[in-house]
């Protein structure tokens, strides 16, 4: 396809080119003439940062140009960068949406614009991941929340009363809470849960949510949040309330800084999410793809997760996984 740089794109990353590199495309010259695109949701955490950083690097190392469109949370501008990006002759788009059932049009244009999708992440609704997309790829989002559940089941056999940080607007987020509650097990009913709100995934808004679900409920005994931002939230009001130790902070991530609240006894239990490792799988998907593999095999493919060791976190500090 012919590549055309788009004007008005809020580009988070430098197209790049790397002569003498050897591309993964069977036949290809020694760079190749392929361009990708990460239309991912925002850039303003250290999942998506990290994606982009490994889609960046291997593109780079492949001689595939590459770019990145941030919309910052904001629909409107993603569906702005997804129209541009169906006519900037993309070879791939690696898309994240900013509401899963929001970005029908411009999946839709970027469809017929013979452009390869790969939803990434966090899915989209099932019908337009049938008519659009070549392939989904992300974390197991319900196994992670269920092994949460199974942990704080462990932690309180004899039940205890929780909140919920969720953010509804997000499919991944809502499978994390489906698995989080089926994870409680036979001892689901034991678990009176006191308050369930929309932390929006961020920090400052889970914190304040946090405070005051802690004064109405001075007897509360855990919160369960959908990421380390929300549960970071969580963990400065527990301990602004003096209570570390005595509410449970229970997340899903295992970012740098949900590993270190794990090392500093402010989270409880933290499952892992695995961004590296889906950018690098869809990126070789994609590159495979291009290169005339059709059959990719499922059109869903979700990534274990796992709880995060003591020792895990001690030596991955650092970094994502």
């Known amino acids: 396809m012919k590549k055309i740089t788009a004007l008005g794109l809020t580009v988070c990353m430098a197209t790049s080119l790397m002569a003498g590199s050897t591309s993964l495309i069977a036949?290809?010259?020694e760079s190749s003439d392929l361009s990708f695109a990460f239309c991912t949701n925002t850039l303003n955490n250290t999942f998506q940062s990290s994606m982009d950083a490994t889609f960046s690097a291997l593109c780079e190392e492949n001689g595939i140009s590459y770019t990145c469109l941030d919309p910052d949370y904001d629909l409107?501008?993603?569906l702005s960068q997804l129209s541009d990006v169906a006519n900037s002759g993309y070879d791939?788009?690696?898309i994240i949406p900013v509401d899963s059932s929001g970005i029908t049009s411009g999946l839709a244009e970027i469809s017929a614009a013979g452009?390869?999708?790969f939803?990434?992440?966090t899915a989209v609704i099932d019908e337009d991941m049938e008519t659009y997309v070549t392939q989904f790829v992300g974390t197991n989002a319900y196994m992670a929340g269920q092994l949460v559940g199974a942990q704080m089941a462990e932690d309180y056999p004899d039940g205890a009363k929780i909140a919920i940080l969720d953010f509804p607007s997000n499919e991944s987020c809502v499978d994390r809470v489906n698995g989080f509650l089926d994870g409680l097990g036979d001892n689901a009913d034991k678990f009176e849960i006191v308050a369930q709100q929309d932390g929006e995934a961020a920090l400052d808004t889970s914190l304040t949510l946090a405070e005051d679900i802690i004064i109405a409920n001075p007897d509360l005994e855990?919160?369960?949040c959908?990421?380390?931002p929300s549960a970071l939230g969580a963990a400065a009001a527990v301990k602004a309330a003096n209570m570390t130790g005595e509410i449970g902070v229970y997340s899903i991530d295992a970012s740098p800084d949900g590993k270190q609240a794990l090392l500093d006894g402010e989270f409880s239990a933290v499952a892992a999410q695995v961004p590296i490792q889906i950018?690098?799988?869809?990126?070789?998907?994609a590159v495979a793809y291009l290169g005339g593999e059709t059959d990719l095999g499922d059109l869903k493919v979700y990534l274990d997760s796992h709880l995060i060791t003591l020792e895990e976190a001690e030596e991955t500090v650092n970094d994502w996984q």
């Open 27 to 29: 036949g290809a010259e």
């Open 76 to 78: 409107n501008t993603q």
């Open 92 to 94: 791939a788009v690696f």
């Open 115 to 117: 452009i390869p999708i």
């Open 119 to 121: 939803n990434v992440d």
């Open 222 to 224: 855990a919160f369960f």
């Open 226 to 228: 959908i990421n380390d």
């Open 279 to 285: 950018a690098e799988y869809a990126y070789e998907q």
